[in-house]
T-cell receptor, first 112, second 113 residues
């Protein structure tokens, strides 16, 4: 069962434009959400997080939006840069907070 | 910047052999995790460890798997009798507390032949 779903396996964006990566979840007990970026042959790197008490969190070019009623979150990257090309994983944790559950990832390609 | 380190980076082993994957979490972190990623698939949770005991484990983490924190710095994953389907990237992660971001190691690529 996929508790965290990233339905788009890939996304291509031009440099300078906005990248929007989407994530849906099914477990209503999730209350903490994170985005990770992963380059080939490296471990996932933490990017940004949001708790369920917020609906938006910004960090520089990265903004995460959370829509609890729709059980949906998205990561916006503005402006996109070629160095952003990587696999992006959405992850969620429940109120017990012990394990992150990951989506399958979306491969972002930013062309110059 | 503190980081999680994993050794070896690549391990090749024969089916049926035991392997131990090693991790050094960030020193002030209290929660430790193992994840794996089979080629082309998603990152899957295996086990979490806190206060010297397993706090949560997934269905994947069967009797062939065990974890240990043998001293104050290392965190190990042992696979007793490896199978071909155990071939994957294994990532160790640690967190300072609950609901804080996890820091991942570079991973160990395990190849079972």
């Amino acid at each position: 069962d996929q508790q965290v779903k990233q339905n788009s396996p890939s996304l291509s964006v031009q440099e300078g434009r906005i990248s929007i990566l989407n994530c849906d979840y099914t477990n209503s007990m999730f209350d903490y959400f994170l985005w990770y970026k992963k380059y080939p042959a490296e471990g996932p790197t933490f990017l940004i997080s949001i708790s369920s008490i917020k609906d938006k969190n910004e960090d520089g070019r990265f903004t995460v939006f959370l829509n609890k009623s729709a059980k949906h979150l998205s990561l916006h990257i503005v402006p996109s840069q070629p160095g952003d090309s990587a696999v992006y994983f959405c992850a969620a944790a429940d109120q017990a907070g012990t394990a992150l559950i990951f989506g399958k990832g979306t491969t972002l390609s930013v062309s110059s | 910047e503190p980081e999680v380190t994993q050794t070896p980076s690549h391990q090749v082993t024969q089916m049926g052999q035991e392997v131990i994957l090693r991790c050094v979490p960030i020193s002030n972190h209290l929660y430790f995790y193992w994840y794996r990623q089979i080629l082309g698939q998603k990152v899957e949770f295996l086990v979490s460890f806190y206060n010297n005991e397993i706090s949560e484990k997934s269905e994947i983490f069967d009797d062939q798997f065990s974890v240990e924190r043998p001293d104050g710095s290392n965190f190990t994953l042992k696979i007793r009798s490896t199978k071909l389907e155990d071939s994957a990237m294994y990532f160790c992660a640690s967190t300072e507390g609950q609901n804080t971001e996890a820091f991942f190691g570079q991973g160990t690529r395990l190849t079972v032949v």
